[in-house]
């Protein structure tokens, strides 16, 4: 009977399917759907949340055929688990092809979220055998994207008025060529506010310039680019200088990792690579991947300027003094994985050496940076392993510095029932391990001087509520910043979502117990910080609106309280497009500060912080001129209540109030 009634869905998604996919495929849905992914992902531990951003716009703007996605195509989207890929991937083989987006009904892994998402992504054609196009071809249907962005504030910063050798306008521009999933070209150009443009150190125009050509599924060739780049090899111990996830995000993707190379289009100007990386199949199942870079690096020297005391990536040059640490040093890297998958079995290892024209030297005075990596060259290697199942996850690296420290990184995801998930994640990273581009899982920003347990768990204990929660153990047997010795951490969150018809609530409460040095730094005291939201959301087709609570208190020795209430609304009209959003933040100090994600512009991510008393407001509307054409405008405003000025230093502004107005032209053609 079951089988039937598959056939039988599976017909009606199949014939009504052409009459309904129209409703996915608007040219930007995905911005608004991810907007509201991040309000359920949000974790304020989460890193390169705009690197994440950028990912999703580059694969938004590619959209291959799903029925001919392979398991690395799927594995970029960040909000699949391994299970859903693998649900999608046995489906496809199964009926050979999805007719209709109706049918992701029939993958019971997958959520709402999911089945809208996915078609932001991806196109539904009929299966055909993929052929490399000829460059004629490339060249004549490949699409051309020109985006201008500007931003103009409404105040005067100190340092522009004496100190900044710039205007105090931020602008770039971003252009785009790209055919399909093969072929990608592009350069970005950005200029920060107080930057000089075609003058001192920048005569070539904007202080930052990104270039890159990407090529992919040529043969045995999977992806290859040169120019700067980013890339993500194994649980990233070794290699991520990609984006990582954040605790609660990690369980929705029960810990998934994956390898990846994909230009850097992005103006963050730290981290990425530049050079050329590949990745080649020998043959079925057995992958190999290596890169080379070689690029300029800012950084702090010494006053003989005979060591690098200090690694900048803020990419500000806007004083004279940060113009002198501009490209003062090179950074030289290269290495590569091997990596073998077959019947669920994957096992893989990885190697990366680095080199730096002057030796690192840190301050180790302070104890905390006692074993910062010091030295002119570096290397590590590693091993990742795993087995994948219907039910079963395994992941795991484990890897080893030039010092012969040990970094370990294990997962474990278990399907107990259809609506019940449970995710264990073990980590030990020893105080003396340095990874230099090594990103991943943790509880700190770096892959040092911490060891953990994680647990975790998703039911669905009915179609319209789901729960999630996570408990994580941490112990740091070395001192770290304003810790002068071996310390604990708990961290715990319970989360709930209802939705039913447009209705949709969040509750979120999250505990960290942590320790810090007492006034006198003679002994640790206990540092206790609580965290809730509390939000009530209505969604039909033209309006979204949402009512949000966001509390916050943190004690050691005192109390630090605070709140922001938020109200959130967004409209659609055709070719015209708003979101506005008020709110009011009230909170003692910056111990009790606050997140909020924002709309903001395409290609860019807006999750401000507040503290003290205040209000924020901002519109931000989208106007469809064209298919070819569209406008972009935001304005917004916070005012404080509690100073007479705002920042300090060269950014300090002498009101009580901040304005910005953003536009954005973008052509496509």
Known sequence: MKPLLTLFVWLCCSITGAAQDSTFVHTDSWQE????????WEDEETTNRAQLYELLGELASQRPNLNNATREELEQLPFLSETQVADLLEYLYKYKEMRSWNELILIPSLEEAQRQLLPCFFVLQPKAQPLFPSLKNILRYGKHDLTLTGRLPFYRRQGDRDGYQGYPYRHSFR?????????????????DAGE??????????????????????????????VGRYRLRLGMGLVMNNDFSLGKLATLQTFGRSSNSIRPHSSRME?????????????????????????????ATL????KTITTLLTSGYHRTESEIRRKHNATETMTGGRIGFLHNGFHIGATAVASHYSLPLKPNTSQLYRRYYPSGSSFWNVSTDYGYQSRRLNINGETAIDQGHALATLNTLSFELTPSLTLMALQRFYSYRYNALRGNSFSDGSTLRNESGFYLGAQWYPSRQLQLQAYIDYVYSPWAKYQISQASRAWDQMLSATWKRGPWKLLARYRLRLRQRDNADKTALEPRTEHRARLSLGYENQRLTLRTQADWAQTTQ?????GYMLSQHAALSLGRLSMNGMFGYFHTDDY??????????????????????KGIRYSLWARWELSKHLWITM?????NYFDRSHIGSSYQQINHSSQTDADLQLRFRF
């Open 175 to 191: 252009y785009t060529f790209q055919y399909g999933q093969r072929v990608k070209a592009g350069m970005i150009g950005a200029q």
């Open 196 to 225: 000089p443009f075609f003058k001192s150190c920048n005569n070539k125009g904007y202080d930052f310039y990104s270039f890159y050509l990407y090529i992919g599924k040529l043969g045995r060739l999977k992806s290859a680019v």
């Open 302 to 305: 010494d006053k003989e300027g």
């Open 33 to 40: 759907l991810v907007d509201a992914w991040y309000e359920d």
């Open 634 to 638: 935001k304005i917004g405003t916070t």
């Open 557 to 561: 020795r005192q109390h630090s309280r």
């Open 270 to 298: 730290s981290t990425y690579l530049q050079g050329g990386a590949a990745t080649l199949t020998l043959f079925r199942g057995l992958d190999v991947t290596a890169f080379v870079s070689h690029r300029q690096i800012d």
């Open 591 to 612: 111990d009790s500060r606050l997140y909020v994600y924002e709309r903001n512009m395409q290609h860019e991510f807006f999750f401000p912080m507040y503290y003290g």
